[in-house]
């Protein structure tokens, strides 16, 4: 094992280390003396002594650093600071013993440091030292030493190179970070590490370890999410069960639904004008500029809405006429404060008399339009005087930055429109099951169908890859299309999610109870005048499995041995049981008997019997009871979310071709010969003969599954979803064969006629259950409305009993049998309406209602604006 270099211990180095201690303080002395008494010494030789004084002092500070480092295995900082002290150090020979020393500590730490490079691989560097260190001392036993393992390929790995000593600490430090991501939990982060050590090296078995850990930490995490999402999913099969509570409905009004604030343009001038109220107005003999400057001025005073004074009141100008003639007879004829001349300037008509009390700003207007044969127009900064006979109105042009969807959100999305006549859910003209969307209407119409107005001139057209509205109309109109961009600009992205659940719940119980006597004929005199059951006649048969025949090894009379054997001296023959009481006639007992054969009715079981054998009969009762429950509890429940507006369609389902038409079956005209039945030994005398049974030639396909179909449209106040929909569930139930087998006569071979089958001949034609809602109607966001439904209660009752005997008090039961069915089913459906963001969350939080305001109300989250409003 090498050892780490040391410094000697030898007496020279002690007295070398003597000198160095006390030769600062001799010089510094020596140099003081001198100085102070202004010596042969000139000022140049002083400053040499003082340079090379601090000099020493320097080189003694960097050679005990120098020994410090050395001393915590830092040996390229020790060699680092033994050279600087070697060069700091005068050239003198008063501190040769300091260099000496200095020499020997550069020597054993460069030696040390050549011994480092070597374990590293940097052969190169830890040679040079070597070498640098028997330059000065050529008998240096640990360089000669440094250099003999450099070359002893035992000790010194040829291949190691310090690119190679590198990589292993940086593996060694990427293994420890990736187990700390590990432990930290963050497989991701620790996977990724250990793909960088791979790269580093390739064939590292704990990088492998520790990557195969992170994926059984990811698997066993995986195995929880797919527990937690399987448990989920089925909590929420669970949940849908659920039928929720709605909360009480009151006639407060969300304060949020009001129109938007105006504060600008020629809707922001209208307000003011009905708003702002003229406390007393007399005009006698004044012209109109009076009239409205003094408008002007009350306005200003009298607007109280705006804040800001500088857009305190109503700016008003008069405009002369355009042309030279009014355009109207009338008018032009009418100089009782009309016009009076085709250019006479409407400020300077007169108002003879005009007495108001508080009436609004626009009614005073009004007043004085009427008195002067003038009228107003509404700009965007100011209210406009013209004479009545113009007609006209500036157009100007205006865009508008819209959504994309902004057609949708504006009524484009219901397609043809509400006046049309046409069901949206209708198939197409071909008859299959394919839908279109109608065509959306123009940004016209659309605009037209929100209170726009468009005179002539005016259009709009909005550009969808711009998502720009460019709209040439009045500023009036201008304003109010600006409105209605800002309101729908400042919606949320809404749209609404459609949930349907059909649920059906069906229960059948049937409770019967009765008694069955097999009495055989027993002697009641010497004259053998005997006693037993009756017989079957219309009843219902029974046979032996019904009875109890063999008791010890003894057969009873009456009970046949062979199976099948239908029994006779029955008591309570006419007494009806089991199959024979409840009578399920529907088209289930069709789709279950597909051969169309005859079915026989089964008794219901025995639970106990009460057998008396005597020497020539024997009596036995059956006691039969039967309590059953069936129940069938079936919830579909399609959703589907769309945009407000527009249609959406979602379908899942499975397509079912079935066929339509049969070809006839084929019979050959003539027979010749025999037909054989091979190893059943029979054989018909007409010969054999092919038959084509009834052959299908044409399919049809038929969609069964979910189909739903909606068209929701979110009212004004976000709080109401208007709703048309169409759901439809459609299920396989069956076939019902409408063939018949085709037969042939034939003998066995004891010559017997019999009839053989030769071919089924199925003619079969499915059968489907449909369950589906046409309807509209409005729903509050959040709520659930049940649209239709159907209960049903079929019961059955059957009360039998044996003449006289079934009327004896309490004995009589004996000789009753009492069955009771009842099915009951419920089919409800249900729709729930439910207003999300683009984030597929519920604008309201989730299950929580808002709170609005007004009163004690304003706390109750349960409360909800009128549907009017």
């Not at 409407?346 to 207007?365: C, F, K, M, T, W």
């Not at 550009?463 to 800002?486: C, H, K, M, Y």
């Not at 009875?547 to 029955?570: E, H, K, L, Q, R």
């Not at 979110?714 to 109401?720: L, T, Y």
Request: glycine share 10%; proline share 6%.
């Amino acid at each position: 094992m090498q050892k780490t270099p040391t410094h000697r211990t030898r007496t020279t180095a002690a007295a070398l280390m003597a000198v160095a201690a006390v030769m600062p303080v001799a010089l510094t002395v020596a140099n003081a003396g001198e100085g102070s008494y202004g010596g042969g010494y000139s000022s140049l030789a002083q400053k040499e002594m003082i340079r090379r004084q601090n000099a020493v002092a320097e080189s003694d500070r960097l050679r005990d650093e120098g020994r410090e480092a050395y001393a915590k295995g830092d040996y390229k900082q020790a060699v680092d600071k033994y050279r600087e002290a070697l060069q700091v150090l005068p050239d003198a020979p008063m501190v040769q013993d300091r260099r000496t020393y200095l020499t020997q500590l550069l020597a054993d730490g460069s030696t040390a440091l050549g011994d480092n490079y070597r374990k590293l691989g940097k052969y190169d560097e830890a040679r040079q030292l070597a070498d640098d260190v028997l330059a000065v001392d050529a008998n240096n036993a640990d360089a000669k030493r440094l250099n003999d393992w450099l070359d002893d390929p035992i000790r010194t790995n040829p291949a190691l190179t310090y690119e190679h000593t590198e990589n292993v600490d940086e593996v060694r430090r990427k293994l420890y970070t990736a187990e700390g991501n590990y432990d930290l939990g963050k497989y991701d982060e620790a996977h990724r590490v250990y793909e960088d050590v791979l790269r580093i090296d390739p064939y590292n078995k704990a990088a492998r370890r520790g990557m195969e850990k992170v994926a059984q930490a990811r698997a066993d995490y995986y195995r929880a999410a797919y527990d937690q999402t399987r448990a989920h999913l089925l909590a929420e099969v669970d949940k849908a069960w659920e039928l929720s509570v709605p909360p009480l409905i009151t006639d407060q009004i969300d304060p949020g639904t009001g129109s938007p604030n105006v504060t600008g343009g020629a809707t922001y001038i209208l307000n003011k004008l009905k708003n702002i109220t003229i406390p007393v107005i007399n005009f006698e003999d004044t012209s109109v500029e009076e009239a409205i400057d003094f408008l002007r001025l009350r306005s200003i005073e009298l607007d109280t809405q705006e804040i800001d004074p500088t857009r305190k009141g109503i700016n008003f100008v008069i405009r002369k006429p355009r042309g030279g003639a009014s355009g109207d007879a009338g008018l032009d004829a009418d100089s009782g404060g009309g016009l009076g001349g085709a250019a006479q300037d409407p400020g300077s008509l007169r108002i003879d008399q005009l007495s108001l009390r508080n009436v609004p700003l626009a009614e005073a207007l009004k007043y004085i339009c009427d008195k002067t044969k003038l009228r107003y127009k509404v700009d965007e900064f100011a209210v406009t005087l013209v004479p009545a006979t113009e007609t006209d109105e500036d157009l100007f042009t205006r865009s508008f930055r819209v959504p994309p969807d902004f057609l949708s959100k504006l009524g484009g999305g219901s397609g043809a429109g509400e006046d049309s006549g046409d069901d949206p859910f209708a198939p197409d003209a071909g008859g299959g099951t394919t839908r279109t969307l109608a065509p959306r209407k123009s940004e016209t119409q659309l605009l037209s169908d929100n209170g726009v107005k468009f005179p002539e001139g005016a259009s709009a057209k909005f550009f969808a890859g711009s998502s720009t509205l460019l709209v040439r109309n009045t500023p009036t109109n201008l304003d109010l299309i600006e409105q209605i961009v800002s309101q729908l600009v400042g919606d949320t992205p809404k749209q609404v999610k459609i949930s349907t659940k059909f649920v059906e719940i069906s229960q059948e119980n049937t409770d019967e109870l009765g008694f069955d006597w097999l009495v055989s004929p027993f002697g009641l005199s010497a004259n053998q005048v005997f006693l037993g059951g009756g017989t079957i006649g219309s009843g219902m048969v029974r046979t032996n499995a019904d009875f109890i025949s063999p008791v010890d090894g003894v057969n009873i009379p009456g009970v046949p041995a062979s199976s099948g054997t239908n029994v006779t001296d029955i008591v309570t023959g006419g007494l009806r049981s089991g199959d024979g009481a409840i009578n399920r006639n529907s088209i289930d007992a069709v789709l279950n008997n597909p051969n169309r054969n005859a079915q026989n009715a089964n008794p219901a079981p025995g639970i106990a019997a009460l057998t008396g054998l005597f020497s020539d009969s024997q009596v036995q009762l059956i006691m039969r009871g039967l309590a059953q429950k069936k129940g069938t509890d079936l919830m579909t429940a399609p959703s589907i979310t769309a945009r407000s507006g527009e249609k959406a369609l979602i379908e899942i389902i499975r397509e079912f071709i079935y066929p339509t038409e049969y070809e006839p079956p084929e019979l050959p005209n003539s027979i010749g010969g025999g037909i054989s039945t091979g190893g059943l030994g029979l054989s018909s005398g007409g010969g054999s003969f092919p038959v084509t049974p009834a052959t299908p030639t044409s399919f049809e396909t038929r969609n069964t599954g979910v189909t739903l179909e909606i068209e929701p449209t979110i009212g004004g106040n976000d709080f109401v979803i208007d709703l048309r929909f169409a759901p439809d569930i459609v299920e396989f139930e069956g076939f019902v064969n409408y063939g018949s087998p085709i037969q042939s006569p034939a003998t066995d071979f004891l010559g017997n006629p019999v009839t053989v089958i030769i071919t089924e001949n199925r003619i079969e034609m499915p059968v489907f259950s449909s369950r589906r809602v046409t309807t509209a109607l409005t729903i509050y966001d959040g709520y659930t409305v049940a649209v239709g439904g159907l209960m049903r209660e079929d019961v059955q009752t059957v009360e039998d009993k044996v003449p006289i005997l079934g009327d004896i008090p309490v004995v009589g039961r004996l000789f009753q049998s009492r069955s009771e069915n009842r099915i009951k089913s419920n089919l409800i459906i249900f729709v729930t309406a439910q207003i999300i963001d683009a984030t597929g969350r519920p604008i309201r939080g989730g299950d929580a209602l808002p709170t609005v305001g007004g009163g004690d109300a304003g706390s109750d989250p349960s409360v909800l604006p009128e549907l009017g409003n």
